[in-house]
């Protein structure tokens, strides 16, 4: 697999905060994306509801200044991980 750069600091900064933004002003009732990666597709979905059979407390958040987060390029530890 190649290896691809993780975002900088303040790239990751940058992203959540348009992410917010978007969510705040943009997103309706909700949103389904799909992208090519160089690991396969991605999928993107964004909803102002957790999917059915998630609790709320499963997502990370991002609200506040983000530093409870599993950094950006760390193997996360809410049972999802970034490929190797």
């Avoid at 009732?29 to 059979?53: C, K, L, N, V």
């Avoid at 991002?62 to 999802?80: A, E, N, W």
Wanted: hydrophobic share 25%.
């Amino acid at each position: 697999m190649p290896k691809c750069p993780s975002l900088s600091d303040d790239e990751w900064t940058r992203f959540r905060s348009l992410l917010l933004r978007y969510c705040s002003w943009n997103l309706d009732q909700w949103d389904a994306w799909r992208t090519t990666t160089p690991f396969g597709p991605a999928y993107i979905t964004m909803s102002h509801y957790p999917e059915q059979s998630v609790t709320p407390e499963s997502y990370d958040s991002l609200d506040g200044d983000g530093s409870q987060l599993p950094h950006h390029d760390k193997v996360r530890t809410s049972g999802r991980s970034q490929p190797s």
